[in-house]
């Protein structure tokens, strides 16, 4: 079948079009946009179908794995796309390993260095236990992070645009050396040890939990790497959607009742935020997936994220 | 219903914008009155009252956006007010020692000038359906000149606060505390110095667009 690859401008972006196989998927597809255009790989593409101009309907994208004649309605041999450009893309593993190197990093500096003196504070101070478990407690999360990157989670065929890397490791960097530069500080305050235990002891829980979160995700997808979406069971999945990212809020509340600063409680606040608002999509993409219709399972009563709030 | 509404709209606009531009016309008045007869050690204490209330009146503006009263968007309006206040009331007013500062009577002269003719735009927009084309072409470059004018003198007087912000000790809070928790107001001037700078050729870059739609709509019509 002949498919035109047209712009969003109305511009064609092959000309003359392209010939594949009737039998072709989009990934066909996109090889072949990359064989003509070399500049645009296939995750840099984004092809949808045309919209009527004035509709305010949402365009359909072409999902890789699908057949084009999917998408020309059986009818006819020629297809038309919509191609745009997503920019230059980056893995997620490679996004996520930036984004945490840098708390990874950076905490460390301010514990073993003496980097209060540039601050115009005597280089003499005593270390609080607590400070050194923060330490620990702390990189070995990150590094359980960099971890489950690379050998648990498995990343739905998407890419992420590298501007991203920038914003997350201003995110991630900000926020570690803001928090390391008070928990570290000469002039620190340190709770009562019985408040300390309870909250590193209860972050570890937390930590634990969540990490076998990531397993039972994990196990949601085939290694094949093709993405989708399945309705997650077992342990706190039973009861909240998003129950990963219910254990890594609770984790850094654990870690700032053991700490106490202002810091890390805004942190905790802000990464609850960003979590909420990914956990609402989830969760509504989930509902609206499982609907219980034409022999689909339907998606189970469940909180969004945080119970018995949201 | 809706034609209820949109002229409920329209009244609580135009009494929005008339007032706070009787306001501004106040502070103008008294500035040059002041400079004229006492000099410009006094301007501030002239004018402190109208232009508190005036600027702060302001606001309402980012309600007024983020309730969809007005087009404005809330990205826009946000940096310009939140600027305004840090200065009147985070330095200004907080600081004393800088009212009989000379770039008081330009910052003034500059906020009072630019809001008159915005406000009087604004209100004889809402009440009358449209503004004349002088009032428009004020309007949209008069900014040409007083944004200068305007940022130098708020630049000026923050770094002129400086040495009394970290004399004083105001607005900063000290470690060891309970919470582990330190803000200091002097490098916190810093930053806002810092962010001027990316921050107005971007402003003044938006209000460049806007001129250029807005006077090229007119010649349209």
Known sequence: MKVLVVTRSGKELIKGGLQLNDSATVADLQEAIHKRTRKYYPSRQRLTLPVQPGSKERPTVLHYQKSLSEYTKGSTSE??????????????????????????????????FPVYKYFGYKEERVIHPVQTYALYYWCFHYFKRIMETFFVHRFSHATSPISNVFRNCAYYWSFGAFIAYFVNHPLYTPVSDLQMKIGFGFGI?????????????????????????????????NIVTCANYTTEIYQWLGFNIATQTVAGYVFMVVAAGIMTNWALGKHRRLKKLFDGKEGRPKYPRRWVILPPFL | MAGILSLVRRIY?????????FGWFQVFYLAVKT???SGHEHVYDAVEKPLLLAQTA????????????????VSATLPQISSRLYV?????????ELRSHILVSSLVISWSVTEIIRYSFFGTKEAFGSAPSWLLWLRYSTFLLLYPSGITSEVGLIYSALPYITESGK??????????????????????????VPGNPHMYGYMLGQRKKALSKSKKE
């Open chain 1, 205 to 237: 829980v937390c930590q634990v939990a969540n990490f076998y979160c990531h397993l039972l995700l994990r196990n949601l997808r085939s290694p094949s790497g093709n993405g989708g979406y399945q309705i997650p069971r077992g342990f706190l999945f």
């Open chain 2, 58 to 73: 302001a606001i309402l503006e980012i309600l007024h956006g983020l309730v969809g009263l007005v087009r404005s968007p």
């Open chain 2, 171 to 196: 607005y900063s809070l000290r470690m060891p505390n309970k919470w582990n928790f330190s803000f200091d107001y002097y490098y916190a001037g810093l930053v806002a110095l810092g962010i001027y």
């Open chain 1, 79 to 112: 297809l038309t796309v919509v191609f745009k450009d997503l920019g230059p893309q980056v893995k997620y593993s490679t996004l996520f390993f930036f984004e945490y190197l840098g708390p990874l990093l950076l905490y460390p500096i301010f514990y073993y």
């Open chain 2, 35 to 37: 400079l004229k007869e």
């Open chain 2, 13 to 21: 606009l135009s009494f929005y914008n008339w007032i706070v531009f």
């Open chain 2, 88 to 96: 009147m009331w985070g330095i200004l007013w907080s600081f004393p």
